[in-house]
């Protein structure tokens, strides 16, 4: 069985502030990692993606992730925070040949003026 | 690419009353996901059909619903009889295998049982 277990259900900062939401996977088979994020009255929409390779991934609007096996986790940063970048982020976790995919609990993002 | 289309957007109905919810994946993927949304419950998967298959109904809540998808580029949800608990965002999502795994979400659909 796979899990996500994101930290803190809000997360609050600084417009200009570093953006950093928290996401720790289990799996016993390698493991696909996601991060999508979900505006106001909107489906979600991918972020970023890790599979293989490189475990630094970067994603649109400037936010990355860096896998950490180690550490079993996949944390989403930003550099500076945008007022834009107000919404609700999810952390996901499948692996290779199971398309089920599953989702962590959501993070929602307030970023202050 | 028009992305995945769900109809309707938003759907009130009364207790015991049908509800039949739509879903359109974007044309050549070959799997398609219906989740639900609540506050409390957050995200949960109901159902997904790969090449128009049903694999998996465990997240189904119970024989109240009930999935189809008659071929590739439509599907359905039906709640029958609905009830006040089944008000939540429905969200319908597509991918395309082989590797891939993104899931592209529709802009769900807000039902509102009373």
């Known amino acids: 069985a796979q899990s996500v277990t994101q930290l803190g259900s809000h997360v609050s900062v600084s417009e200009g502030a570093l953006v950093l939401l928290r996401c720790n996977y289990s799996?016993?088979?390698?493991?696909?990692l996601f991060w999508y994020v979900q505006y106001p009255n909107q489906g979600l929409q991918l972020l970023l993606k890790?599979?293989?390779?490189?475990?630094l991934v970067k994603g649109i609007n400037g936010f990355e992730a860096e896998f950490k096996k180690s550490e079993t986790s996949f944390h989403l940063t930003k550099p500076s925070a945008h007022m834009s970048d107000a919404a609700e982020y999810f952390c996901?976790?499948?692996?290779?040949?199971?398309?089920?995919?599953?989702f962590g609990t959501g993070t929602k993002l307030q970023v202050i003026p | 690419d028009a992305g995945v289309i769900q109809s309707p957007r938003h759907e009130v109905t009364e207790m015991g009353q049908e509800v039949t919810l739509r879903c359109k994946p974007i044309?050549?993927?070959?799997?398609l996901f219906w989740y639900r949304q609540t506050m409390m419950r957050g995200l949960e998967l109901l159902i997904y059909?790969?090449?128009?298959?049903?694999?998996?109904d465990s997240g189904m809540p119970e024989d109240r619903f009930s999935a189809k998808m008659p071929n590739a580029s439509f599907s359905t949800l039906k709640i029958q009889p609905s009830e006040p608990r089944d008000s939540a965002v429905y969200f319908c999502?597509?991918?395309f295998g082989a590797g891939n795994y993104e899931q592209y979400f529709g802009p769900g659909t807000r039902l509102t049982v009373t």
């Open positions: 999502a597509s991918s």
């Open positions: 044309s050549g993927h070959n799997s």
């Open positions: 996901a976790v499948t692996s290779r040949g199971y398309q089920k995919v599953t």
């Open positions: 059909f790969n090449n128009n298959v049903p694999i998996d």
């Open positions: 799996s016993s088979v390698p493991p696909y």
């Open positions: 890790y599979t293989t390779g490189a475990t």
